[in-house]
T-cell receptor, first 113, second 117 residues
Framework: AQKITQTQPGMFVQEKEAVTLDCTYD???????LFWYKQPSSGEMIFLIY??????QNATEGRYSLNFQKARKSANLVISASQLGDSAMYFC??????????FGAGTTVTVRA | NAGVTQTPKFQVLKTGQSMTLQCAQD?????MYWYRQDPGMGLRLIYY???????DKGEVPNGYNVSRLNKREFSLRLESAAPSQTSVYFC????????????????FGPGTRLTVL
């Protein structure tokens, strides 16, 4: 079974608007971590934000915030005030008590001027 | 700090040829990883090294070998390349403090784009 599901293959957003990228996960572990990475067209994987399963508050890092709904097993990424440089592929990933990161298939975001 | 570096950036091989992808990190991290990324998919773990001197298989290890040369370096070898190994290969590293794996962030290198003809 897929551990991470990203249902939006591609999204368009107007510059300066906010965009929400969906991510649902599947685990029976109590302790796990959720990560978002950005992959621009240049190809590198850039770490954006982390949410722990026991963290009571939603994580925020600058314009990135994570809408964590544990009961629904969702960890959506919100990018506020979108910029042209935000155009990229975004991956949700989960780490259980294991060395492996399980990745979703990714969502492509295109920011329009 | 260069972070995680990988060489080469691009490589074209013929079926049956061998090659080694190199990875080094300067963050004094304990754990290192090799992933592959295929079109339309997220990354999949090939091998990892939890600490210097140890290596373990990930999800898709067939056709690959690895060597943890020292704490800084972790190489991936294709002994007899096949077209199915055409992919982008990423090396990553993490601090991996014991017992806190779910909180451990992995940092990635720039990737190697490999084509096997």
């Amino acid at each position: 079974a897929q551990k991470i599901t990203q249902t939006q293959p591609g999204m368009f957003v107007q510059e300066k608007e906010a965009v929400t990228l969906d991510c649902t996960y599947d685990t029976s572990d109590q302790s796990y971590g959720l990560f978002w990475y950005k992959q621009p067209s240049s190809g590198e994987m850039i770490f954006l934000i982390y949410q722990g399963s026991y963290d009571e508050q939603n994580a925020t890092e600058g314009r990135y915030s994570l809408n964590f709904q544990k009961a629904r097993k969702s960890a959506n990424l919100v990018i506020s005030a979108s910029q042209l440089g935000d155009s990229a592929m975004y991956f949700c990933a989960m780490r259980e008590n294991d060395y492996k990161l399980s990745f979703g298939a990714g969502t492509t975001v295109t920011v329009r001027a | 700090n260069a972070g995680v570096t990988q060489t080469p950036k691009f490589q074209v091989l013929k079926t049956g040829q061998s090659m080694t992808l190199q990875c080094a990190q300067d963050m004094n991290h304990n754990s290192m990883y090799w992933y592959r990324q295929d079109p339309g998919m997220g990354l999949r773990l090939i091998y990892y090294s939890a600490s210097e001197g140890t290596t373990d298989k990930g999800e898709v290890p067939n056709g690959y070998n690895v060597s943890r040369l020292n704490k800084r370096e972790f190489s991936l070898r294709l002994e007899s390349a096949a077209p199915s190994q055409t992919s982008v290969y990423f090396c990553a590293s993490s601090e991996a403090p014991g017992g806190l794996l779910p909180r451990d962030t992995q940092y990635f290198g720039p990737g190697t784009r490999l084509t096997v003809l």
